[in-house]
């Protein structure tokens, strides 16, 4: 067996019984070869010693695994279940209060369930981009191109504001440097131009 550990674990009793719990947390960083059956193996050998054990294993985003071996004691679950979990639960607390507003601040608060908001946004998702099209093409896009060269595909501005939160024109530069020009998507109530 290979040396693995878990992000958190917890033991305790509870009446006669023992218990021990592996918690992992998959947020930002990839699964190591084998982690899952590597932890499998270290439960097995808390099971034989008379623990009862569990295996949390939490992502941000849906990633099914297979456990079956020990599927009575792996529970794969997402952020946002476990945020609602406390909310329900623990809302009064002053310490999960601060958890709770530090999963809203870094988005572990997403559920799954579309808004009437949500769903205005994507029926005029087409027409907001070909708005900012309309300011990136044309004149801003010849200047650019002047500038700094040839901005990259229309595609890239959809990925940028994807993963960033800014719809920009660019062209990479030397060196791991760009050159950008659009709009950057904040909390604000329009997009900032930059």
């Given at each position: 067996?290979?040396d693995?550990?878990?992000?958190?674990?917890?033991?305790?009793?509870?009446?006669?019984?023992s218990?021990?719990?592996?918690i992992?947390?998959k947020l930002g960083?990839?699964?190591?070869?084998?982690?899952l059956?590597?932890?499998?193996?270290?439960?097995t050998?808390?099971?034989?010693?008379?623990?009862?054990v569990?295996?949390?294993?939490?992502?941000?985003?849906?990633?099914?695994?297979?456990?079956?071996?020990?599927k009575?004691?792996?529970?794969?679950?997402?952020?946002?279940?476990?945020?609602?979990?406390?909310?329900e639960?623990?809302?009064?607390?002053l310490?999960?209060?601060?958890?709770?507003?530090?999963?809203?601040?870094?988005g572990l608060?997403?559920?799954?369930t579309?808004?009437?908001?949500?769903i205005?946004?994507v029926q005029n998702?087409?027409?907001?981009?070909?708005?900012l099209?309309?300011y990136?093409?044309?004149?801003t896009?010849?200047c650019?191109?002047?500038?700094f060269?040839?901005p990259?595909?229309?595609?890239?501005?959809?990925?940028?504001?994807?993963y960033?939160n800014r719809?920009?024109?660019?062209?990479?530069?030397?060196?791991?440097?760009?050159?950008?020009?659009?709009?950057?998507?904040?909390?604000?109530?329009?997009?900032?131009?930059?």
């Amino acid at each position: 067996m290979s040396d693995s550990r878990p992000d958190l674990v917890i033991t305790f009793n509870h009446g006669s019984a023992s218990h021990v719990v592996f918690i992992e947390n998959k947020l930002g960083s990839g699964e190591g070869y084998l982690q899952l059956e590597r932890y499998r193996d270290h439960l097995t050998l808390h099971k034989l010693s008379g623990f009862a054990v569990h295996l949390f294993y939490i992502t941000q985003y849906y990633d099914p695994k297979n456990m079956d071996s020990v599927k009575d004691h792996f529970q794969q679950l997402q952020w946002f279940e476990v945020f609602h979990w406390l909310q329900e639960e623990y809302r009064e607390d002053l310490y999960c209060k601060q958890i709770l507003k530090y999963m809203e601040e870094i988005g572990l608060d997403k559920t799954r369930t579309f808004l009437p908001q949500d769903i205005y946004a994507v029926q005029n998702l087409w027409k907001t981009l070909s708005m900012l099209d309309e300011y990136l093409d044309g004149k801003t896009a010849h200047c650019f191109t002047n500038l700094f060269g040839k901005p990259k595909q229309l595609g890239t501005r959809v990925t940028q504001l994807r993963y960033w939160n800014r719809y920009v024109i660019h062209n990479d530069q030397s060196d791991w440097k760009f050159v950008g020009c659009g709009f950057w998507m904040e909390h604000e109530n329009y997009p900032e131009a930059f």
